[in-house]
C-alpha cells in the first residue's frame, strides 16, 4: 500500500487500488482500459439508473465519460470495460466524435472484436446462475 502512502504512481496502479476498493465496499466495479494509454474505474450504480459509471480516481472525475476527447484532446480508438464476470466494448460511451472514432480503430477487425468479447463473455459467465447470465446479458444489451 505504498501507493496511498506516497500518493504517487501511475493510473494503472490508482486504477486497480480505486477499482479494489470500490469492491471492498460491496460495489460492483470494472477496470477500463483505453488503447490510447490511460485506465480508470466504471462502478454499476442503481441509484444512478441503473447503469455503469465512469470514476477516474487520477483525475478526481466522476461520471464525466467524454473528458478524455473534449478536455484531453485524445483520440481514442478502443475502450474496453471488464472484470472477473463481464468484458464489454464500451468505446461509444467515451467518444464525441464517431466517425473519428470508426476511422481509427483499425487493429482489429470489428466482427473479429464482436467474437472475441462474445466468446470471453461466454467463459466468463460459464458457471454462474440463470438470474446472474440474466442480470449480466440485459446490462450488455443497454452499453
Not at 486504477?15 to 469492491?23: D, E, I, K, P
Not at 455503469?52 to 483525475?59: G, I, K, M
Not at 460511451?93 to 462474445?118: A, Q
Request: with cysteine.
Amino acid at each position: 500500500m505504498k501507493l496511498l502512502e506516497t500518493r504517487n504512481g501511475r493510473c494503472g496502479e490508482w486504477a486497480n487500488c480505486f477499482t479494489g476498493m470500490c469492491r471492498a465496499l460491496g460495489h460492483e466495479a470494472r477496470y477500463v482500459l483505453d488503447w490510447t494509454d490511460h485506465v480508470w474505474t466504471e462502478v454499476f450504480l442503481e441509484s444512478l439508473g441503473n447503469r455503469w459509471v465512469h470514476l477516474d480516481p487520477c483525475e478526481n472525475a466522476f461520471d464525466a465519460p467524454k473528458m478524455y476527447e473534449r478536455g484531453w484532446g485524445k483520440k481514442l480508438t478502443y475502450i474496453i470495460a471488464f472484470s472477473s464476470r463481464e468484458v464489454a466494448d464500451v468505446t461509444p460511451r467515451y467518444i464525441v466524435n464517431h466517425m473519428g472514432n470508426k476511422w481509427r480503430r483499425t487493429e482489429v477487425p470489428e466482427p473479429w472484436l464482436k467474437h472475441t468479447l462474445t466468446q470471453v463473455r461466454k467463459r466468463l459467465v460459464f458457471g454462474q446462475t440463470e438470474e446472474t447470465i440474466a442480470r449480466l446479458t440485459s446490462r450488455l444489451e443497454v452499453e
